[in-house]
């Protein structure tokens, strides 16, 4: 990453930091200022709704010029085995390197539009000239996750997307997953990075981009972790159909070791929701509760105590009810904490509604239902007359 865009990031953090500090009370208006000014923010950006719209239509148009060229280069575009669409990819990857650098946009959406698009010209475009190889079907898979993690990894270390850094992830799982150990190294790659992983989403030496990059591979490697140990993941293959050769291709589990995938499948969630709590960590505990359902629904499956929607219920009715006794315990505490955790926003906007309060608010938008207003009787006049009689009323 550039070096003044890392430290553009880092005043933007601040920035906002020092908003919430006001909005919450902690700092008054004078505070505030001072710290903007101390931290000037010199990117253009845009607001979470219009950056939306922006990258929409910036994706609409330049996929629309791209097939518009296509069109007419149609013949020489299948003969020369995908090189236009790397050469295209290279000039929106030249793009918005010129917004990220010259042009000082961030969060503008048309840069992280460019971007994804670049990303994925360029690997169809050398996937289209590797097949033009003729490798094989096993020799292609491999090389295209291959690039998929190169790619994805080299555009969230330039350009810090967390989408790019979770991507490449993703890919480098299903390629360990075609060795001879790959359920074996599932579990031993996250245990081995994960903390590492953490512990970089917290240095004070990364960009804020990288942080959350890092973070990002954190939850992607624990989810792939669970799927390793998980009982389903074994009894349906999940982890050797990815080999390409299928279910078949592995002994069945001795009767002696499938147990262990059983208590596994409960005891990682467990583990991993211990260590948020110990570590201070919501992202842990987050996933040590989705973890936690998800090995409940797992249980439901291999026993059936009770239909899907009673234990989806009961589920739901638990975990709201140990919700309300926890925050209850909290706030129960002195200055409404107990061993440094607390129930209260630290920090937080008191004007940002939940999801359900802001949907109420937008529908009570729409303009209120008014009766058509009819004019009444308006007597204009008339004539009257007979016999030679006239008049006017």
């Given amino acids: 990453m550039r070096a003044e865009a890392a430290e553009a990031e880092r005043r933007f953090d601040v920035r906002e930091a020092a908003r919430g500090w006001h909005r919450a009370g902690a700092i008054g208006e004078a505070a505030r200022a001072a710290i903007e000014a101390a931290y000037p923010d010199d990117r253009a950006r845009l607001g979470p709704v219009f950056r939306v719209l922006v990258f929409g ?22 003969r020369s085995n995908g090189v236009p669409l790397m050469l295209f990819g290279l000039v929106l990857v030249g793009a918005t390197e010129l917004q990220v650098g010259s042009l000082r946009r961030a969060q503008g959406g048309t840069e992280a539009a460019t971007a ?8 169809g475009g050398m996937l289209w000239l590797v097949e033009s190889a003729r490798l094989g079907e096993a020799a292609w898979i491999n090389l295209a996750l291959v690039l998929v993690v190169v790619l994805c990894a ?121 260590w948020g709590i110990g570590a201070r960590r919501r992202l842990l505990i987050n996933l040590g509760l989705v973890g936690l359902l998800s090995s409940i629904v797992t249980l439901r499956f291999y026993v059936h105590v009770a239909p899907l929607w009673v234990a989806l219920l009961v589920g ?41 309060e802001v949907a109420a608010s937008v529908a ?14 308006q007597g204009g006049g008339g004539r009257s007359g007979g016999g030679g009689a006239t008049g006017n009323f």
């Fill in 57 to 78: 239509f910036a994706v609409v148009a330049v996929s629309a010029l791209f097939g518009l060229f296509g069109l007419f280069m149609a013949e020489a575009f299948t």
């Fill in 116 to 123: 994804f698009l670049g990303l994925c010209y360029l690997l």
């Fill in 154 to 274: 080299a555009a969230a270390y330039r350009w810090g997307y967390m989408l790019f850094a979770a991507a490449a992830a993703s890919a480098l799982f299903p390629l360990l997953a075609r060795g001879p150990w790959g359920r074996l190294t599932w579990v031993i790659v996250p245990v081995a990075l994960v903390p590492a992983l953490l512990r970089a989403g917290d240095s004070a030496r990364l960009p804020p981009s990288h942080r959350r990059s890092c973070q990002a591979v954190a939850v992607v490697c624990l989810v792939f972790l669970y799927l390793a140990v998980h009982l389903g993941s074994w009894d349906l293959g999940l982890v050797e159909a990815l080999t390409g050769e299928g279910r078949a291709s592995r002994a069945p589990a001795p009767a002696p070791f499938r147990p262990l995938f059983a208590v596994a499948t409960a005891l990682v969630p467990v583990a991993t929701f211990v």
């Fill in 316 to 356: 739901g009715a638990s975990a709201l009810g140990l919700a309300l006794a926890l925050r209850r315990y909290l706030d129960s505490g002195p200055g409404q904490e107990r061993h440094g955790f607390t129930a209260e926003p630290l920090f937080a906007d008191p004007e940002r509604r939940s999801t359900l």
């Fill in 364 to 377: 009570s938008l729409s303009p209120a239902a008014r009766a058509i207003e009819r004019p009444g009787f």
